[in-house]
């Protein structure tokens, strides 16, 4: 089956930070662009990352302001978001997605797990 399975959520403190990883049983994961989009209640989802197949590029939405980064480990098809200096305003679910071109928009990705949570306290 085709599936993406997010982990690495949790409830932290300001200025802490959480490393998120998502696993997917996809058999050409590397021909995939992948990404990481997050939504909180009553808001819209939003685009947080993606990156090309290899790696090569990457995009971030304004608002990481060089908190987070991507990457992708091929070999073992898996996309990891790592999150630093974490603040309220972060808390949401983080869903992560594959696709065959590098958008922001949610319609440009195919392939979507079910998120996990990350709650941030002030």
């Known amino acids: 089956q085709v599936q993406l399975v997010e982990s690495g959520g949790g409830l932290v403190q300001a200025g802490d930070s959480l490393s998120l990883s998502c696993a997917a049983s996809l058999p050409t994961f590397s021909t995939y662009v992948m990404a990481w989009f997050r939504q909180a209640p009553g808001k819209e989802r939003e685009f947080v990352a993606a990156l090309t197949s290899n790696g090569g590029r990457r995009v971030y939405a304004d608002f990481v302001m060089g908190r987070f980064t991507i990457s992708r480990d091929n070999a073992k098809r898996t996309v990891f978001l790592q999150l630093n200096t974490l603040k309220p305003e972060d808390t949401a679910v983080y869903s992560c997605?594959?696709?065959?071109?590098?958008?922001?928009?949610?319609?440009?990705?195919?392939?979507w797990g079910q998120g996990t949570q990350v709650t941030v306290s002030s």
């Open positions: 997605a594959a696709g065959y071109l590098l958008r922001s928009s949610s319609s440009t990705y195919s392939l």
